[in-house]
């Protein structure tokens, strides 16, 4: 036997003693480990794949609390397919990849220095977070007021339904970044290209709409090779302001990290809605920092699904979807988790570094209920009727809303 899987089928088969010296968990260990609860049922003696079971601690031996069929709710960047261009890539986990996921499909795009996301349009709303690097985004409004921005790893965008724009990476490595459009069944290979409309019309009509000679259009590039090309990095940013052009009076760009976060004992949380960025009328998002042991507090949102994405860390997500029903799913950084409408959360920061998330929601406002406050803002002996809890848990509830809990 193979010492990896030798160690693990011991792991396995030792059950809780096991389990319960192994104290908390991390997915960065050799062997895939028990989750610090009883387990029940036994070794695992047939074919296995023990990188992944080691990625889902709680899938392999879920918390007795679990119970129950819920949708799949976590899907890997690093298992959808790459599409390559001269000037990046991309990969995109949508509705086809994660089933569950009506309400926001996710695109993952690098651009290299220079190279650039062909102008386009799509008919979906589109809100982007920078990952890293830097790049030049560029849009035009309904009223012909151009907009042209630079922006670095922590900025956002949102170009609303129908807004032409383009996105190019600078020096000195270009840029990466999260896109979320506000349908879970967008398909970033399906957007109006520029070059593809070119393609599809005859040249006369282009002369005639343009006031050229029709053979002026003789050499037009195939829309195959553009979508993401390689392209020269751009001067200086006040250098391509439109001379003659009118500005956009909108700002299609947001720094979220430039907003002073919510700071709790745990972490931080940082919310941008349409209150704060007015243009992003159908993506609200919070960014949430979670240190380790810390967990997202007991809440469900009451306005719509929750898309999330996995900056950096490991945590785990308990969801609580009625009728008995619930499951614990593991993440990591370039992960996808889901939560569907109104269903209770929390998430808990397994690992030893910092968890970093986004809460994305197809909304025009960030809206949470908190299970703790609920409570604490309901009569206490209407409260104590259905728990049958102790006077020091009633004490212990909170009319303030805490986010981030520690258990300290
Ligand atoms: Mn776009
Ligand atoms: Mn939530």
Redesign the pocket.
Known sequence: MHSLSRRHFMAFAAGGTVALAAGRVHAHDATVQAHPYPTRGGSDPGPRDPIRERENPDLVNPPPTDSGTLPNLRFSFSDAHVRKGTGGWTRQVTQRELGVSTTIAGVDMRLNAGGI?EL???KEG?WSYMLYGKARITALDADGGWFIDDVGVGDLWY?PPGVP?SIQGLGPDGCEFL?AFDDGNFDEDS?FLLSDWFKHLPPEILAKNFGVPAATFATLPAPEEEYIFAGNVPGALAADAIRGGKKSARVFSHRMMAQKPITLAGGTVRITDASTFPISKTIAAALVELQPGAMRELHWHPNNDEWQYYLEGEGRMGVFAASGQARTFDYRAGDVGYVPFAMGHYIENTGTTPLRFLELFKSDRYADISLNQWLANTPPALVEQHLHLDQTFMQALNKTKTPIVTGD
Do not use: A
């Open positions: 996301r386009h349009w799509h589109e170009f724009h896109l957007t």
